[in-house]
């Protein structure tokens, strides 16, 4: 029997972020008898590595220097040679540039045809400056693939970073669906998080920073509340905008009827408090969250942007409204409230999940992708 395939998962570290879940429920899925995993980080390990120890996936901490540091692309061929590795699987853009030059040196060291490189696009990852669209041009070039998340994010990828359409290949994010369940229990959740127990809930599982522009959640949730003063909004995660949109929230007269949540360790039994699951980014890949909350069969109100269009059937699953525009997306709140088909639309929207964006099926598409780059059955 053939001993299993050593692959290098690059990352720049396992902080709490959708990328990062997908990163371990992947470990989680792949056959051990095929695959031998390493994470490797680049900055520091994050809050989500003690995870690693419960899959029993060895974790490398690499400590890159300021700016480009060219002794890490060494180092980490170094590694890689030690390890012995058939694969590596790089996850955004420094992790690809790194990982890509490191596996090429290591090609040319050994004289060897792997390490074979595939590389994950997690996101809309629109590159905003010629530099990083350079910079994926090379790294995009020493890859033997490029997953994208999306078909959005596949159109990015060939048509402004040039990379050879047969190269690209999308595979969705997964959830699993048994964790991600409708539950009945909305009154312990909603002690869980500390809100009122009555009243029509709105809920966004998001980190807070500038992209998920929860600026227009919370305008579009003042002129829903006008109207349904029973409305509470709850925001679970953290991030660099927390104070400002706390701000926010008090100047538009929301205080009371706003909750940050902060981070939370488990998201799956809290969806139970909600009534519907908003997300109002600038930009998405394929959001984990907005998947998550349809696999608990709760409807949605997303904006349309990236690859949330591939998840909410617009009207059937949920409503979906222009990015920025807080009009429209109080509209869309008040429509979906006013719903008497709100749990068959969440139902609906669960039922995709299941038949297209399970982490099974994720998992069993990298593994065909895996097997492909290295000419294996």
């Known amino acids: 029997m053939l001993a299993p395939v050593k692959i290098l998962h690059i990352v720049i570290g396992l902080d709490v972020g959708g990328l990062e879940r997908v990163v371990l429920r992947l470990l989680g899925r792949l056959d051990p008898a095929r695959w031998a995993p390493v994470v490797v980080a680049l900055d520091a390990p994050g809050v989500l590595a003690p995870e690693l120890a419960r899959l029993g996936v060895p974790l490398q901490v690499m400590g890159r220097g300021p700016g480009f540091d060219a002794e890490l692309v060494v180092r980490l061929s170094d590694l890689i040679r030690r390890e012995g590795a058939g694969l590596v699987h790089t996850h955004n853009t420094a992790a690809h540039v790194y990982g890509s030059l490191a596996a090429r040196l290591a090609r040319g060291r050994s004289g060897g045809l792997t390490p074979r490189v595939v590389h994950t696009k997690h996101g809309r990852d629109e590159p905003s400056s010629r530099r990083r669209v350079l910079l994926n041009r090379l790294a995009s070039a020493l890859s033997d693939r490029v997953v994208t998340v999306s078909d959005d994010a596949a159109t990015v990828a060939v048509e402004i970073e040039r990379v050879p359409p ?212």
């Open 166 to 377: 047969a190269k690209v290949v999308t595979i969705w994010n997964g959830v699993d669906g048994g964790a991600f369940r409708p539950r009945a229990d909305a009154a312990s959740a909603r002690a869980a998080l500390g809100v009122p127990g009555g009243g029509f809930h709105v809920g966004c599982v998001a980190r807070l920073a500038p992209v998920k522009d929860h600026g227009t959640l919370l305008d579009a949730f003042g002129r829903f509340r006008a109207a349904r003063p029973d409305a509470h909004l709850t925001l679970v995660g953290d991030g660099p905008a927390r104070s400002a949109l706390a701000g926010s929230a008090a100047r538009l007269g929301l205080a009371g009827a706003v909750t940050f949540a902060g981070e939370r360790a488990e998201i799956a039994p809290l969806l139970a408090a909600f009534d519907v699951f908003a997300l109002s980014s600038l930009s998405e890949g394929i959001s984990l969250t907005l998947l998550e909350a349809a696999s608990a069969g709760l409807p949605v109100v997303a904006t349309r942007v990236g690859g949330n269009e591939e998840v909410v059937i617009d009207g059937e699953t949920g409503i979906l409204v222009p990015a920025a525009d807080p009009a429209a997306f109080a509209e869309a709140l008040a429509a979906v409230a006013a719903r008497s088909d709100r749990a068959l639309m969440g139902a609906r929207g669960r039922a995709r999940v299941e038949r297209r964006f399970s982490v099974e099926r994720m998992a069993q598409a990298y593994a065909r992708v895996y097997a492909e780059v290295l000419g294996i059955g």
